[in-house]
């Protein structure tokens, strides 16, 4: 069965400076992988996602991750914070293979804040 | 904007009474998606409607009952419900195709708090 675990509850960092949210992740098959972000009051929305192309994957508003198999990890980074990327970040995972095809499993959250 | 609407976005009810929360996609999509997002902990899928057929329902409580007329529409109808299912509730959508979970597009939800 999948699984995906977010290491920080919160991460706080000063803007300008870079962000790094952890997520490590458990698939049976070849998984696919997503960051998604939601700002105060609002739905979720796509940052990126990883599914068996490069591994390192370029999304919006600057933030990128690597898919690393060898450490099942898929950091989320940004060189340098901005005060709108204040919001809670979730690692997600689908597998392919599994019995609920297509549907995903979320961590946790991550909640970034950005101090100026 | 995502294409994924959601009315009413906030809704407060007492535990005797029935209402009913909805869901619109404007994006052509053939799978709908209800999630809970409760304080503290995961989001969790409730429920999946593929083709306007219910294709999963994670041990949800009766009080919920889904809906899904077409593929562009699909109510949550709550009755009964208890303080602890005051949660913020989301839609989802996707375009499901065999072998490639595609993107899900979420709506901004409904705050309902239950009293």
């Known amino acids: 069965a999948q699984s995906v675990t977010q290491l920080d509850s919160h991460v706080s960092v000063s803007e300008g400076t870079p962000v790094l949210l952890r997520c490590n992740y458990s698939?049976?098959?070849?998984?696919?992988l997503f960051w998604y972000v939601q700002h105060p009051n609002k739905g979720l929305q796509l940052l990126l996602k990883?599914?068996?192309?490069?591994?390192l994957v370029k999304g919006i508003n600057g933030f990128e991750a690597e898919f690393k198999k060898s450490e099942t990890s898929f950091h989320l980074t940004k060189p340098s914070a901005h005060m709108s990327d204040a919001a809670e970040y979730f690692c997600v995972v689908s597998d392919l293979y599994g019995g609920s095809q297509g549907n995903l499993i979320f961590g946790k959250g991550t909640k970034l804040s950005v101090k100026p | 904007e995502t294409g994924v609407t959601q009315t009413p976005r906030h809704l407060v009810m007492g535990m005797t009474n029935k209402k009913s929360l909805k869901c619109e996609q404007h994006?052509?999509?053939?799978?709908m998606y209800w999630y809970k997002q409760s304080a503290k902990k995961p989001l969790e899928l409730m429920f999946v409607y593929n083709f306007k057929e219910q294709t999963e329902n994670n041990s949800v409580p009766s009080r919920f009952s889904p809906e899904c007329p077409n593929s562009s529409h699909l109510f949550l109808h709550l009755h009964t419900l208890q303080p602890e299912d005051s949660a913020l509730y989301l839609c989802?959508?996707?375009?499901?195709?065999?072998?490639?979970?595609?993107?899900?597009?979420f709506g901004p939800g409904t705050r309902l708090t239950v009293l």
């Open positions: 990883y599914t068996s192309a490069a591994t």
């Open positions: 698939s049976s098959y070849s998984p696919s």
């Open positions: 994006l052509g999509h053939n799978a």
């Open positions: 989802a959508s996707s375009q499901d195709r065999i072998g490639y979970p595609d993107t899900q597009y």
